[in-house]
């Protein structure tokens, strides 16, 4: 049986997630918006806070792995320039994230 993990965020977290839930379904939908820590309500609470850094991030507490690498994120847009693959990346970024929502409890 698959052990299932519970993962601890902040009020604010959960909030920036759905955020990027948001972000990422837009690109999903083929409405292209750069996919950077500029565009990422994650990275705003997170990386681009002064002295900032991704190890509080709750994708980077999952994956234990800086700037969301081993996400579908990771090679949004870099990789290839074909919108019909990055619509799929998208796609599969969106079911992570929301999975991540779904498995995340509030801090007490």
Same mark, same amino acid.
Request: charged share 25%; with cysteine; net charge positive.
């Given at each position: 049986? #698959?052990?299932?993990?519970?993962?601890?965020?902040?009020?604010?977290?959960?909030?920036?997630? #759905?955020?990027?839930? #948001?972000?990422?379904?837009?690109?999903?939908?083929?409405?292209?918006k750069?996919?950077?820590?500029?565009?990422?309500?994650?990275?705003?609470?997170h990386?681009?806070?002064?002295?900032?850094?991704?190890? $509080?991030?709750?994708?980077?507490?999952?994956?234990?792995?800086?700037?969301?690498?081993?996400?579908?994120?990771?090679?949004?847009?870099?990789?290839?320039?074909? $919108?019909?693959?990055?619509?799929?990346?998208?796609?599969?970024?969106?079911?992570?994230?929301?999975?991540?929502?779904?498995?995340?409890?509030?801090? #007490?």
């Open positions: 049986m #698959k052990k299932e993990y519970t993962l601890y965020i902040t009020t604010a977290d959960r909030k920036a997630l #759905k955020g990027s839930i #948001k972000a990422w379904e837009k690109r999903a939908a083929g409405e292209y750069d996919a950077t820590i500029n565009n990422c309500p994650l990275c705003e609470i990386l681009m806070r002064p002295g900032g850094n991704c190890v $509080q991030c709750p994708v980077m507490a999952w994956t234990g792995k800086l700037l969301c690498s081993g996400t579908p994120a990771a090679v949004y847009g870099i990789v290839s320039t074909s $919108q019909k693959i990055n619509i799929r990346r998208a796609k599969k970024e969106v079911t992570f994230l929301k999975d991540l929502l779904k498995r995340s409890r509030n801090m #007490k």
